[in-house]
Nanobody, 123 residues
Framework: QVQLVESGGGLVQPGGSLRLSCAAS????????MGWFRQAPGKERAFVAT????????YYANSVEGRFTISRDNAKNMVYLQMNSLKPEDTALYYC????????????????WGQGTQVTVSS
């Protein structure tokens, strides 16, 4: 079992930055691949980024490639999403998720989800 709690969301102006954090419980955190997803109002939940158990492999959605960076600290049971050059279209509820095995962009492969943290990009 893994419990996930996101934090770090907020209101930011276009072009600004935010760093989301995801705190995970459980002694086997390093066994899990982690992902970030987001859901904008009226839209389906969508893949943002994923990282493998060691942090050596990452993968991003085209819409955030080059602007967002996913990372993890297994000693602290933490996953992060550094978001730079934010755009209004990045506004969404951001979720952290965990799965066994390899990282994935497929929402249905993730077994554990946090409650989400709101990111609003607006002037």
């Amino acid at each position: 079992q893994v419990q996930l709690v996101e934090s770090g969301g907020g209101l930011v102006q276009p072009g600004g930055s935010l760093r989301l954090s995801c705190a995970a419980s459980g002694r086997t955190f390093s066994s899990y691949a982690m992902g970030w997803f987001r859901q904008a109002p009226g839209k389906e939940r969508a893949f943002v980024a994923t990282i493998n158990w060691s942090g050596a492999s990452t993968y991003y959605a085209n819409s955030v490639e080059g602007r967002f960076t996913i990372s993890r600290d297994n000693a602290k049971n933490m996953v992060y999403l550094q978001m730079n050059s934010l755009k209004p279209e990045d506004t969404a509820l951001y979720y952290c998720a965990a799965k066994m095995g390899r990282g994935s962009s497929r929402l249905t492969e993730y077994n554990y989800w946090g409650q989400g943290t709101q990111v609003t990009v607006s002037s």
